[in-house]
């Protein structure tokens, strides 16, 4: 499947209405992308996450990556077990006082039990604009990469788990790390968009993620993402975003080995710098070079790629400098 057919993906997945708890018609989606899929696994968790396995023969990358996006996004929903017909809960990370004025100005559109803001999506070679790219940009890049690793034959094992209600506190993620299907090698690499800080920019590329507002994420699995960026000539950005926290900060408490990822994402939940209700976007660019980096991670074993670790820097240089340390140690008195 060539590159162009992340367009269609994009298109099919951004379409579909979706609210915390409502993830139905994102899920059904992703299901009908990765139905035929050769090599391709599906299944549900209890709490209804989708879970996915790539597995084409006995090899494997190590780590064993576990590609995680949520199929929710900041929205309203009836409220349970009301019959009103314009009763709606907000469910999600945006200030009531903006959603207030949104609806004011006629943005709200109902689609059964969901109603989202109406906004066109609208793809372009350079940039993808929507109603909710968050966090639907990750799952559109799962997909696309299980379907390119599949097309290109890659012999690898390779996870993912689209998950539910991550606006309200990362719940799926919670139930999918306390249940953990996937085996002790495997880490967590939690791919999001986020509003770009702390240097990073719109069209850098993807950001590699040391943390988010409440976790430091995990060390070597970050090195392993930095090195294969650099092997594979893959421009990205390296960067706290802590201006928001994302579902490794909650398989990580959980004791699962957890790294992330994000899109670089403009007017993140929907708020324009004027703080007003507006169609979230990203730039094309990010979002491929993520794919890329996300191939690279599960074809290549990372098996003493040239980077050595910390401990073999650090002995080196103390061998160096052994004649420095004993002539600097004698003046000590
Ligand atoms: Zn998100």
């Known amino acids: 499947m060539p590159m162009t057919n992340l367009n269609s993906i994009l298109k099919r997945l951004l379409k579909q209405p979706t609210a915390p708890f409502h993830e139905y ?48 996004h900041p929205a309203f929903i009836k409220p349970p077990g009301s019959t009103k017909r314009d009763a709606w809960d907000f469910l999600g990370g945006v200030p009531q006082a903006e959603v207030d004025a949104g609806v004011k100005r006629g943005l709200r559109k109902a689609k059964g039990q969901i109603a989202t803001w109406n906004f066109p999506t609208n793809i372009t070679n350079t940039r993808i604009e929507a109603t909710a790219c968050d966090d639907i940009i990750g799952c559109a890049a799962i997909v696309m ?21 991550e606006e309200v506190g990362w719940l799926g993620a919670w ?5 953990w299907p ?20 719109m069209g850098g590329g993807p950001i590699l993620r040391v943390g988010d507002r409440v976790s430091i994420f995990d060390n070597e699995a970050m090195a392993v993402l930095i090195t294969t960026a650099k092997e594979q000539g893959i421009r990205v950005q390296r960067c706290l975003l802590d201006a928001g926290a994302c579902e490794a900060t909650a398989t ?28 979230e976007f990203v730039m094309m660019d990010d979002l491929k070079s993520m794919i890329q980096l996300l191939k690279a991670l ?36």
């Open 182 to 201: 996937f085996g002790t090698d495997s880490v967590f690499l939690s791919l999001e968009t986020s509003r770009p800080v702390n240097g990073a920019v």
């Open 252 to 279: 990580q408490a959980s004791g699962i080995r957890s790294v992330g990822i994000s899109i670089p994402l403009g007017n993140y939940h929907n708020l324009n710098d004027a703080r007003q209700i507006a169609p």
């Open 145 to 165: 990469t299980f379907l390119e690793l599949a097309r290109l034959n890659i012999q690898t094992t390779v996870h993912a788990a689209f998950t539910r209600a």
């Open 298 to 333: 599960v074809a290549t074993k990372h098996d003493g790629i040239g980077e050595r670790t910390i401990r073999e820097r650090v002995e080196l240089r103390m061998q160096e400098h052994a004649e420095h340390l004993k002539a600097g140690s004698k003046l000590f008195k």
């Open 175 to 179: 139930h999918l790390a306390q249940n």
């Open 25 to 72: 018609h994102v899920r059904a989606e992703i299901e009908a992308l990765l139905k035929d899929c050769p090599h391709v696994k599906l299944k549900h968790d209890k709490f209804g996450n989708l879970l996915a396995t790539y597995k084409n023969g006995k090899s494997k990358s190590k780590p064993t990556w576990v590609f995680g996006a949520h199929m929710d």
